[in-house]
Structures are given as structure tokens and as C-alpha cells.
DNA sequence: CGCTTAATTGAGAGCCTTCAATCATCGTGG
DNA sequence: CCACGATGATTGAAGGCTCTCAATTAAGCG
């Protein structure tokens, strides 16, 4: 059960609920607030569904397969929702990508206390929504595009979700490494760097240190990334 | 606005609603029923999010990339929920399998409407994560599985959602073509197709016609499905 | 400033794709 | 009921894109 502010923050911006009312104070009940070093996996209960609240951070959500294979099925921000699934065909875990603050509900009792306030369904459902749309989007990459138009769509859609560090230019931190983002297109660390070499060659992005990327020409990269 | 009991079957069976409440009477006036033929694409439009109720029948959703590549995003079957997204980075379409009902509703309306009632929300959350967590393991299979991972993978998946033909054993009526498994799994028709014929030689599976299936040893088909 | 880890770059192999031909299935019409 | 035609499925050979393995270079932290 989670004590401080930040869940508070959680309840008022995303639900528009009072943490004093009473279903404020039953998810509180709920929650368990973890704080997570970069690199570290969150210490979940991984037999029942999760709802996570990524209060600030970044985080991957990795679905594990037989013989040590990994693939990130999403990443996340601060202020987005995650939902952990129990384990099934395949086990997950969700590391910090830095250092993040998180508020983990049992998905089940979330749910039943939401259903009588429909302020807290109704985000979460449209949440669900585009969760479940961004993966199909992956989808389609990890099915039907090649290396170059899986990294030109990656880089576009951190662009939609980060910050960018410049004002007139779009310069990415990004909080991945390239492992993370081989694991997250279904490729190789060395396809990914080579992807990049090659958009660098081309003049679209400029690359600075491990995590710096300049995208010169969002337009052309939309045009490679093979969006219909 | 449908006028069959079809709607009806619907409210009560999913949400519990009755068709004469006041809730019932307002989702009537959003829906719009559609009877597809096999192989026909749904008249819908693309320009705000649909949700579509599966009365009978069997349809894919399919995402469309430059370049006609296609990617089958899920398949549904009788009494599924489907989440058909406008048109962003992919278009999408959802064709028929074979002879279906359709019930067509606009997300947002339906979802403003349901909101007075959790009883209509609730479920739908609940098909919103069970849709995100197949879609994350499909992710998985186009991104880390091999080819004999992924069609043993499609087989059990299948066998899960669709009625067994035979009391004792796992004989499937796949209504999809090899192009649909192809394009659900990422791969070509003759891939599948060869990986279906050294299924056949191992003794994993017996073919019949085009869409019969007979899974014969489904613990040997799930050890190589490559699940953790 | 040095060390550890991550990223880049190169060469060769493998798995799936592509292209092409043959075969089977199934709906149709005689 | 069977022959026929069209579409779908199977099988084969060659090529391509990414992976694997290996070495080098760069980055970032203490």
C-alpha cells in the first residue's frame, strides 16, 4: 500500500478521482509503489495480470521465449499504463530503462473497484485501446517489413512519444540501448547499427554518443518506413 | 440501427443488458448490422475507430503496408469483440472467412454510452487486454520464432478458440487459406505449406482437403512452439 | 586516465523468399 | 455422377536479407 503523493498525482490526472473518496482510498489499499533502478527488473507477481502506473521513468516490457530469446513488446513512458500479463505461453518482466517510479494494482481488484466508478473504466479502456493498436502497428513491422523500414518506424514513433532535447530540431535521448531495440524489432544489435550507419550515410540522422539521435528528415524516414 | 434479436442476443449474453432498457435502446441506435459473405470485406468506415461484434461466422483483420503486404493482425470467431482502428500508420480491413454477422458500433459513442453502466465497460476492458495479450505473443512468434515455431504455434492457437470436428481427437476446420496463415504469421504460402508437409512427414499432424487438420500429438506440437 | 561495456564493422552461413512448375481440390456444368 | 476448369496448395531450385561469429573501435564510468 502506497503512501506518498504520487498516487494521489495518479488518481486526480488520469481519473479525475479524489484520493480521499472511496474509491480513492480502496486503490490505495491496492497499491503497491516500487521504485526501480535502471537495469532492474521489477519484483512483480507474475500469477495474476498486473496494472502498472508508470509515475516518471522509462521502462521495456519483455516477453520471454524458449532458449533465451527476448522480444520487447512495448516500452513506456511516465504517465502511461501497463498491463502485465500473468504468465502463459510466454513469461514477461518489465525493466527500468531508468531510474522509474511504479504503482502496481492486481489487475482483477482494479477493475472491480473501477466498476462502480465509471470515471476509472473509461480511461483505462481507452488506454487498452491504444496499447493493443500500437502492438498490431508492431506487428506489422516484425511480420512483413524489412530491417531498414522496422528502424525508420522506430525511430518515428519515439519521436511521437519523447520529448525532443532541442527546440527547432528533432534531437532524441533515447533511454534504450540497441540491444533493446534489436530485441523490440525482432533483429540483431549488429543489423540495428548497421541500419543506422546507413540512415547516417544517407544524410537522415545524425547519431552523438550512445543514446543521442538527430532525425534530419522525419518526412523521408516516414517514407521509408513503409506506413501505407 | 439493427432491428433483428440479434442485438439483443448480444447485450444480454455480453454485458447482461436488456435490449428494452435504456441503455439497451441507445446502443440499438448506434449499431448497424451487416451480413458479409465469405470473402468479402466489410463496408466500414475507416475514418474513427469501430467496434465490431462477431455474431457468427469467422473474419480476419487484416493491415495493409506499402507495397500490397499484407499482415493478418487476429482472427475472430462467433461472439468475439473486435477492435477495427481508423486509418493511421496501416489501413485496416476486416474480411469475412466465411458467411458472418456483423454488428457495427463507433468506439466512442458506444463507449460514452456504456459509461453510465459498468456492466457494459467491464466486459469490454476484459476483451481489450485478452486481444493485447494475443496480439503480444504474436508479436513474440514474428519477432523470435522460426517457422516451425510459429505454424505449431497457429495449430494450438487455434485449436484453443475453434470446436474440435471429432469427440476424441483434434481435427480442425481451418476456415483460412494458406495465404491467411501466411500472412497471419509473417511468412510466405510455400513456407507454410512446407512447413505443414514436414509437420505431416514427422507425424505431428494429418491434412485433409485444404482445411482439415488433425493434430495428433498436441505435447509435441507445443514443445516445439518454442514457449518458454 | 584506464578499464569495462556497448557499438561498429566485416566475412561467411543459414533460413526464408522468390520464381517457376506441377499437382490437388472443389465448385460448376454437362 | 462425372468431367472439367479455376483456384489453391505443394514441391523444387536459386537468390537475398538477416544472423552468426569474430575483431575492432568507441563510449562512459570510476
Request: charged content about 25%; proline content about 4%; glycine content about 8%.
Given at each position: 500500500?502506497?503512501?506518498?503523493?504520487?498516487?494521489?498525482?495518479?488518481?486526480?490526472?488520469?481519473f479525475?478521482?479524489?484520493?480521499?473518496?472511496?474509491?480513492?482510498?480502496?486503490?490505495?489499499?491496492?497499491?503497491?509503489?516500487?521504485?526501480?533502478?535502471?537495469?532492474?527488473?521489477?519484483?512483480?507477481?507474475?500469477?495474476?495480470?498486473?496494472?502498472?502506473?508508470?509515475?516518471?521513468?522509462?521502462?521495456?516490457?519483455?516477453?520471454?521465449?524458449?532458449?533465451?530469446?527476448?522480444?520487447?513488446?512495448?516500452?513506456?513512458?511516465?504517465?502511461?499504463?501497463?498491463?502485465?500479463?500473468?504468465?502463459?505461453?510466454?513469461?514477461?518482466?518489465?525493466?527500468?530503462?531508468?531510474?522509474?517510479?511504479?504503482?502496481v494494482?492486481?489487475?482483477?481488484?482494479?477493475?472491480?473497484?473501477?466498476?462502480?466508478?465509471?470515471?476509472?473504466?473509461?480511461?483505462?479502456?481507452?488506454?487498452?485501446?491504444?496499447?493493443?493498436?500500437?502492438?498490431?502497428?508492431?506487428?506489422?513491422?516484425?511480420?512483413?517489413?524489412?530491417?531498414?523500414?522496422?528502424?525508420?518506424?522506430?525511430?518515428?514513433?519515439?519521436?511521437?512519444?519523447?520529448?525532443?532535447?532541442?527546440?527547432?530540431?528533432?534531437?532524441?535521448?533515447?533511454?534504450?540501448?540497441?540491444?533493446?531495440?534489436?530485441?523490440?524489432?525482432?533483429?540483431?544489435?549488429?543489423?540495428?547499427?548497421?541500419?543506422?550507419?546507413?540512415?547516417?550515410?544517407?544524410?537522415l540522422?545524425?547519431?552523438?554518443?550512445?543514446?543521442?539521435?538527430?532525425?534530419?528528415?522525419?518526412?523521408?524516414?516516414?517514407?521509408?518506413?513503409?506506413?501505407?
Open positions: 500500500m502506497a503512501a506518498s503523493g504520487t498516487l494521489d498525482i495518479f488518481l486526480r490526472s488520469t479525475g478521482v479524489e484520493p480521499g473518496s472511496h474509491v480513492g482510498r480502496e486503490l490505495r489499499d491496492l497499491s503497491n509503489e516500487i521504485a526501480l533502478k535502471k537495469g532492474k527488473t521489477a519484483p512483480l507477481d507474475h500469477s495474476i495480470n498486473l496494472t502498472v502506473y508508470l509515475a516518471s521513468g522509462a521502462t521495456k516490457l519483455v516477453a520471454h521465449a524458449k532458449g533465451g530469446r527476448e522480444q520487447i513488446v512495448a516500452f513506456h513512458f511516465g504517465g502511461d499504463i501497463i498491463s502485465v500479463p500473468a504468465d502463459a505461453m510466454h513469461a514477461s518482466s518489465l525493466v527500468a530503462l531508468k531510474d522509474s517510479l511504479l504503482i494494482f492486481p489487475s482483477r481488484e482494479f477493475y472491480d473497484r473501477g466498476a462502480s466508478e465509471p470515471a476509472i473504466l473509461r480511461p483505462l479502456l481507452d488506454r487498452a485501446q491504444t496499447a493493443l493498436h500500437r502492438c498490431r502497428d508492431k506487428a506489422v513491422g516484425l511480420g512483413r517489413k524489412n530491417a531498414r523500414e522496422r528502424v525508420a518506424s522506430f525511430l518515428l514513433s519515439m519521436a511521437e512519444r519523447m520529448e525532443s532535447v532541442e527546440e527547432e530540431a528533432l534531437v532524441l535521448d533515447l533511454p534504450m540501448s540497441r540491444r533493446d531495440i534489436a530485441d523490440s524489432l525482432g533483429l540483431t544489435i549488429e543489423t540495428v547499427s548497421r541500419q543506422f550507419g546507413e540512415l547516417r550515410d544517407a544524410g540522422v545524425l547519431t552523438g554518443g550512445r543514446s543521442r539521435v538527430r532525425l534530419c528528415d522525419p518526412a523521408a524516414l516516414a517514407d521509408m518506413a513503409g506506413h501505407f
